[in-house]
């Protein structure tokens, strides 16, 4: 005599397709910070715009903090600092 279970789990099939796509969601969000986070340590300290300390003497170290510390809050730092350094506009030297 075999068991039927009569619980429907076609209900649940929404709910495992959407951690997947959060799986790679995920993965997408740490191979961004990742290549953030290189971005920030390869850049000269003089390729910062609008430079956070003095000089621009610990503008490296503030934006890679930000960015391994946002690892646990939705990749926000990896986000700001793509926006702000990556795709701020050189200044025109007219």
């Not at 961004?32 to 300390?53: E, G, H, W, Y």
């Amino acid at each position: 005599m075999a068991v039927v279970c009569k619980f429907p789990w076609w209900p649940m099939a929404p709910a495992f397709g959407a951690g997947i796509l959060l799986g790679l969601l995920l993965i997408a969000g740490v191979v961004f910070s990742l290549v953030m986070l290189i971005d920030c340590l390869k850049r000269p300290a003089s390729k910062f715009p609008n430079q956070l300390t003095k000089n621009g003497e610990y503008d490296k170290l503030i934006w890679a903090a930000a960015i391994v510390a946002s690892f646990w809050f939705y990749f926000l730092g990896a986000i700001v600092y793509f926006f702000v350094v990556m795709k701020a506009k050189p200044e025109s030297s007219e």
